[in-house]
Structures are given as C-alpha cells and as structure tokens.
C-alpha cells in the first residue's frame, strides 16, 4: 500500500501577480536597501568597529570620486554580463545553473590565450 508523504498538508497555489504598483516597487527596494544597512551594521558593530565610519567608508570607497566609481563598474561588468547571460537562457526556456563555472572557465581560457599568444 503506498503511503501519501505529504498526507495532511495544506496545497500550495502559485498564482502570478497580476501588477505591481509603483509604491509596491519602492517599498520593495527601500526595504532591502534598509535591511542590508541594518545588518551591514550588526556585524560591524559585532566585531567591534564603528559602523557609521564603516558604511562612510564602504560609499567613498565605491562611488565617493570618478576613479572609485569606473573601479566598481570594472569588477562588476563581468558580473552584470554573467547574470543578463542567465536571464536571457532562461527566456528562451533553458534553465542554465552554470553560470559562475561558464564565467571562471572563460576567464581562464581568456588568460591562457593572453599567455600565449601575446608578444
């Protein structure tokens, strides 16, 4: 006699959201921007730094001058192009969850090329 695993739980429904408003959105992003500050500053704290100084110090270094700005957007085009590669699979219906190892392997081959065809 087979056995129901899932014998006495309740269905669940998957329903799509018909639309998000705008101050849906908003909410949304200020609630995540909040929440990472937030525990940014627990574990700083934590460890027993101020976290004031911490966060002044994480935005200068990040987008504080012209210089800092064009260095995050360098370390993070590789990235930004790895996660449109995934979105763009997974719109044509390809459930792609290589992505990071695509990403590694193609920096290696790219270095290795760089070794060895270079003057």
């Known amino acids: 006699m087979k056995q129901k695993i899932f014998a006495g739980l309740p269905r669940i429904k998957v329903e799509r959201r018909v ?3 705008l101050l849906q959105k908003t909410f949304a992003l200020f609630l995540a921007f909040g929440s990472a500050m937030l525990l940014t500053s627990i574990l700083v704290w934590s460890a027993g730094a101020n976290p004031q100084e911490a966060l002044k110090s994480l935005f200068l270094g ?3 001058s012209k210089r800092a700005l064009m260095d995050s957007l360098i370390s993070a085009t590789p990235l ?3 996660g449109v590669s995934v979105v763009i699979a997974y719109r044509g219906s390809v459930f792609s969850i290589g992505a990071e190892g695509q990403f ?3 920096a290696i081959t ?3 090329a760089y070794l060895t065809f270079s003057n």
């Open 19 to 21: 639309e998000v408003t």
């Open 62 to 64: 990040s987008v504080g």
């Open 80 to 82: 930004i192009l790895t």
């Open 104 to 106: 590694f392997a193609g």
């Open 110 to 112: 790219a270095y290795w």
